[in-house]
Antibody, heavy 122, light 108 residues
């Protein structure tokens, strides 16, 4: 089955750290760019970060730059998001999302995980 | 950053009616890299349309997308009960990728 399964969310104090993981299965993970997207409770979607197929090209939203690090292990079919210096406004469900494939098809953002909840609170 | 403004915020309609959702971009969207998503409570978003007017795999043909300049539209020709949800547009042509604030289609 083609799927993405996130884990690693939880309650963390402001200033703390958390590492999210996303396990991919059912497709050739190393052929796809990958993204993280956040959704605060009752709010809309916010793009957080992306990584290319070999992990050497990364981009971040301004709110994440300098605090978050996206990475991947293609041997383990796993995507990561290391989050440091967490703030209350980082609270939300974090979705792992499949991006564009090296051939250009299928379209990006066609596969989403179920999300993992991160709560930053004292 | 490209700002996407969706309207209306909420649309109250009956099953069988036509829904027209708008998404206006603050500047040109590169290569019309504009997507639409449907999200139901407690679920992840589902890709409906990409490059403004191409239906994703498995999306019924009652969903259609169009555009004129920086104005993008998602049309649902005849609402089915399962179509009542929140819809988001997204541009993925220019970093940072951005989403609209969403339009809720609710049962009247």
């Amino acid at each position: 089955e083609v799927q993405l399964v996130e884990s690693g969310g939880g309650l963390v104090q402001p200033g703390g750290s958390l590492r999210l993981s996303c396990a991919a299965s059912g497709f050739t993970f190393s052929d796809y760019w990958m993204h993280w997207v956040r959704q605060a409770p009752g709010m809309g979607l916010v793009w957080v970060s992306r990584i290319n197929t070999d992990g050497y090209n990364t981009d971040y939203a301004a709110s994440a730059r300098g605090r978050f690090t996206i990475s991947r292990d293609n041997a383990k079919n796993t995507l990561y998001l290391q989050m440091n210096s967490l703030r209350a406004e980082d609270t939300g469900v974090y979705y792992c999302v499949r991006g564009i494939e090296v051939s250009g098809t299928p379209p990006p953002f066609d596969l989403w995980g179920q999300g993992t909840l991160v709560t930053v609170s004292s | 950053e490209i700002v996407l403004t969706q309207s209306p915020g909420t649309q109250s309609l009956s099953p069988g009616e036509r829904a027209t959702l708008s998404c206006r971009a603050s500047q040109s969207v590169t290569s019309n890299y504009l997507a639409w998503y449907q999200q139901k409570p407690g679920q992840a978003p589902r890709l409906l349309m990409y490059v403004a007017s191409t239906r994703a795999t498995g999306i019924p043909d009652r969903f259609s997308g169009s555009w004129s300049g920086t104005d993008f539209t998602l049309t649902i020709s005849r609402l089915e009960p399962e179509d009542f949800a929140v819809y988001y547009c997204q541009q993925y042509g220019t970093l940072p990728y951005t989403f609209g604030q969403g339009t809720k289609v609710e049962i009247k």
